[in-house]
């Protein structure tokens, strides 16, 4: 008996149905349209083709969704780093063009380059446009002062004064910058007073005064070396403190060079003198700088200059060493030494004169150690408390951090109102504006002409300042990721 004829299924436009079209390779066979596979001819059964149609639309689906989320978390990621970006650029000083101009491109090479990754799939998830970049610095902005608002409204005023208390410790930030119109000597100077408030003039606007104190062959010396940097086109042609001189004549003068030999032993002593002043300098420009702090290093230099003094009477120069150098080579005359040392006199009296003020303060003795202090020996308002207070060893064991440290915990302000009424304003007052001179420096840089497209009364100026950081978890919450920009 011959054998039978297999029977071979046709494809059908019925199985569109089941999501199946004719293959291109053979128009018999059907095909998935999901995963695109190809079925035989005994697997043509229309049960088998919906289950299998509907286990790849599962699938698919799953995997559509995990390509959304990774989509989204890349376009979120793209986003965090083009907030991060601008604010280096803030930080920096930086015009806004840099990014697109110079970090993209110094990206790009990076990833092709190091890690053989294909950059502009990634690069075009970073937007740094010079405008983007501005409203990414807006919006950061606008997110510290708004959190600087909240801080501060929940804050004791007299303490927002100066600083805002955050976590037990005094941080400087910048609350507006606007043109202040004033037309008295009273307003710029800070003068008025009130019952209740100490007011001290700046303490580095009065050493400013004292420096430019010279005598007259200091003051000659000085004009000889300007001089000499100016017609070498010297980019520090300045010295730290600034001095009132007359310029000299620009036309070439062959006494000049014996002039500059005869004043080195000068030059040195004011370098070395300057040197000096750049020392306190540093010491006062601390952003944790208070009345106790200033006082210390005020009254540490008046002691220098007389010691100084003292040691020139003896012809002992090693405390200035670019003078003790000059004095190997030459004897320094006698006539220069006594120069030296009228100087020296000199500012000592105009210290202690401008700096009267502060220099008279006088300290309790319970501000720098609670603990060792007899409470009948302080004022009877404070006696209470500070019974209170010595006891306590827990409290005692903070002190090992410093006294600052210590009047800021969270405890002394709510069990000691009255220590701590007494011992903000010491660690509040500003003596030294250092903290608005930086900020003027700030103005300056930004309104350069390599930099004036930038507008000081944005977003830049206070993110260049601030040493609080923007919530961008929150801004790049609050916008969804768009590609364009």
């Given at each position: 008996m011959d054998s039978l004829k297999k029977k071979g299924r046709q494809y059908s436009t019925e199985y569109l149905k089941c999501g199946f079209t004719c293959s291109p390779a053979n128009r018999r066979l059907p095909?998935?349209?999901?995963?695109?596979?190809?079925?035989?001819?005994e697997?043509?059964?229309?049960s088998r083709l919906?289950?299998?149609?509907t286990r790849e639309k599962l699938s698919s689906r799953r995997t559509l969704l995990s390509m959304m989320a990774s989509e989204s978390k890349i376009h979120h990621d793209g986003w965090l780093a083009s907030?991060?970006?601008?604010?280096?650029i803030a930080k920096y000083g930086k015009p806004h063009s840099i990014g697109e101009d110079l970090i993209l491109p110094a990206t790009a090479e990076i990833l092709e380059t190091v890690l053989h990754q294909p950059a502009p799939t990634i690069i075009s998830k970073i937007p740094l446009s010079r405008r983007t970049v501005q409203r990414r610095i807006d919006a950061m902005a606008q997110d510290i002062k708004a959190t600087l608002c909240i801080i501060v409204k929940n804050t004791d005023c007299t303490t927002g004064v100066r600083a805002l208390y955050k976590k037990e410790r005094l941080v400087q930030e910048?609350?507006?910058?606007k043109e202040l119109l004033?037309?008295?000597?009273?307003?710029f100077g800070g003068c008025y007073r009130w019952s209740t408030v100490d007011a001290v003039h700046c303490i580095l606007h009065r050493q400013h005064l004292v420096a430019k104190r010279l005598s007259a062959c200091l003051n000659s010396s000085l004009q000889l070396f300007r001089q000499l940097c100016d017609e070498n086109d010297e980019e520090f042609k300045r010295l730290l403190l600034h001095t009132e001189?007359?310029?000299?004549?620009?036309e070439r003068d062959y006494s000049l060079c014996d002039n500059l030999r005869k004043s080195k032993m000068h030059i040195a002593y004011l370098a070395?003198?300057?040197?000096?002043?750049?020392?306190?300098?540093e010491q006062l420009q601390s952003n944790e700088l208070n009345l106790i702090k200033t006082k210390a290093v005020i009254s540490a230099f008046i002691s220098k200059l007389m010691f100084f003094k003292c040691n020139f009477a003896s012809r002992e120069f090693c405390q200035l060493p670019t003078l003790a150098k000059v004095c190997i080579v030459v004897k320094i005359p006698e006539d220069d030494v006594n120069i030296y040392c009228q100087h020296l006199q000199m500012l000592y009296e105009d210290f202690l004169k401008r700096f009267d003020d502060l220099l008279s303060l006088v300290f309790p003795s319970w501000v720098l150690d609670p603990f060792i202090v007899n409470p009948c020996n302080v004022d009877i308002y404070l006696q209470y408390e500070l019974i209170d207070l010595q006891p306590n060893e827990e409290i005692k064991a903070r002190m090992k951090k410093g006294y600052e440290y210590f009047w800021l915990q969270e405890e002394i302000l709510a069990r000691y109102p009255a220590l701590w009424a007494a011992m903000k304003m010491l660690l509040i007052a500003i003596p030294s504006s250092s903290v608005v001179e930086r900020g003027f420096s700030v103005v300056t840089d930004l309104v350069t002409k390599k930099r004036n497209r930038l507008e000081v009364n944005r977003s830049d100026l206070r993110l260049r300042v601030t040493s609080m950081r923007p919530n961008v978890e929150r801004i790049v919450g609050l916008h969804a990721a768009c590609p364009s920009e």
């Open positions: 095909m998935c349209l999901i995963c695109e596979k190809v079925f035989s001819n697997a043509m059964k229309p919906k289950e299998h149609f907030y991060s970006i601008a604010v280096m910048l609350l507006f910058a004033t037309d008295t000597k009273e307003h001189v007359r310029w000299l004549s620009k070395d003198l300057y040197f000096k002043f750049n020392e306190m300098n």
